[in-house]
């Protein structure tokens, strides 16, 4: 048996949507099938046995698109395993501790009973859209940092949980 697997995102830049490509690059190694789609574009998850979603952090909140998912597939995402991750800090933090998910997602986390949540460092380059966005790269704050052995480990857990689950 497979476990179909959606990674959606949200996401202004392509960084987040990059991470969760790679979640489901990782998911589909570890023998599942993954599909990563953009969190506005998912209007049923009735294909999928299982939900990854991402979203970038934008001054302390979660992707609107993100938020949005949760919201409409609120019925479907209570039946299914759910995992959650944020991207966004434009340090090394996200790699040197544990960055809890911001509050609004955390109380989403425990209505639909969440899996599990972790946060990515981000990446934010040059030609990032928005007036914020361009003067944190013009100050030189911007840059990559994401982790992508930490995304792919994350990645690997998510569908060993998984695999268990199906020999049950």
């Known amino acids: 048996m497979t476990t179909d697997v959606l990674v959606a995102y949200g996401t202004t830049n392509g960084s987040t949507a990059r991470i969760a490509e790679a979640v489901a690059e990782v998911l589909d190694k570890e023998g599942l099938t993954a599909r990563a789609r953009p969190a506005a574009s998912v209007e049923d998850l009735s294909d999928y046995d299982a939900v990854v979603v991402g979203g970038a952090l934008y001054a302390g909140h979660w992707h609107k ?43 989403a986390m ?33 840059g990559d940092f994401r982790d992508v052995t930490e995304i792919e480990h994350w990645a690997a857990q998510v569908a060993q949980e998984l695999s268990g689950a199906r020999k049950d």
């Open 110 to 142: 425990t209505r639909l009973s969440a899996r599990g949540h972790i946060t990515f460092g981000g990446c934010l380059e040059e030609g990032a859209k928005g007036r914020i966005a361009g003067m944190i790269v013009r100050n030189g704050k911007g």
């Open 65 to 107: 698109d993100a938020r949005r998912f949760l919201r409409r597939h609120r019925r479907a995402l209570a039946g299914r395993p759910l995992w959650l991750f944020s991207s966004g800090p434009l340090d090394a933090s996200a790699t040197e501790r544990d960055i809890p998910p911001v509050p609004a997602l955390r109380r």
